[in-house]
T-cell receptor
Framework: KAGVTQTPRYLIKTRGQQVTLSCSPISGHRSVSWYQQTPGQGLQFLFEYFSETQRNKGNFPGRFSGRQFSNSRSEMNVSTLELGDSALYLC????????????FGPGTRLTVT | AQKVTQAQTEISVVEKEDVTLDCVYE???????LFWYKQPPSGELVFLIR??????QNEISGRYSWNFQKSTSSFNFTITASQVVDSAVYFCALSEYGANNLFFGTGTRLTVIP
């Protein structure tokens, strides 16, 4: 079974631009969660999508948004990028049967200049 | 509010030594889950173990063992006979029952010296 895939793996953007990151969960998994990892703040939960609906949301500004498609693939969008948005963005999927066991992808490293 | 504390920022051990990574958590929930994840240099978080708050049995998996003590709100992780491949950052995490968001500690960077 293929693991969680994230594209792109690396991204460089300029302050003020917007960016879209993609996550394909493990086949059959319906829950996708997004996390931000920075040296200063560590790993922080952004949001979770389940069956195309946002089910849970962390404490991030509205510039961070996401969506999930009918095939469970998810995208995360960050608008009006700030230097502080530079981070490793990790996506995790779970299958619902073993609800709390999340499998993480390799992440997308975003650098904002 | 949930909080996970990993007081050890970095640990170095010589290969074959045993090492224990500490994790202390805070939560008002009576039902919750605790996790350990490993993050090698590649960046991908690798699931190691999940424990629910009703199960205080210690667990052993090969060279890995976990000690969950609800009385002290601790969930410590021991690697026996460490190997160079164990070098990574290890994260302890907590989730509320019925929620799929993980609260992570700040991680412990383990370096195993050959």
């Amino acid at each position: 079974k293929a693991g969680v895939t994230q594209t792109p793996r690396y991204l460089i953007k300029t302050r003020g631009q917007q960016v879209t990151l993609s996550c394909s969960p493990i086949s059959g998994h319906r829950s996708v969660s997004w996390y931000q990892q920075t040296p200063g703040q560590g790993l922080q939960f952004l949001f979770e999508y389940f069956s195309e609906t946002q089910r849970n949301k962390g404490n991030f500004p509205g510039r961070f948004s996401g969506r999930q498609f009918s095939n469970s693939r998810s995208e995360m969008n960050v608008s009006t990028l700030e230097l502080g948005d530079s981070a490793l963005y990790l996506c995790a999927s779970s299958d619902g049967r073993d609800y709390y066991e999340q499998y993480f992808g390799p992440g997308t490293r975003l650098t904002v200049t | 509010a949930q909080k996970v504390t990993q007081a050890q920022t970095e640990i170095s051990v010589v290969e074959k030594e045993d090492v224990t990574l500490d994790c202390v958590y805070e939560t008002r929930d009576t039902t919750y889950y605790l996790f350990w994840y490993k993050q090698p240099p590649s960046g991908e978080l690798v699931f190691l173990i999940r424990r629910n708050s009703f199960d205080e049995q210690n667990e052993i998996s090969g060279r890995y063992s976990w000690n969950f003590q609800k009385s002290t709100s601790s969930f410590n992780f021991t690697i026996t006979a460490s190997q160079v491949v164990d070098s990574a950052v290890y994260f302890c995490a907590l989730s509320e029952y019925g929620a799929n968001n993980l609260f992570f500690g700040t991680g412990t960077r383990l370096t195993v010296i050959p």
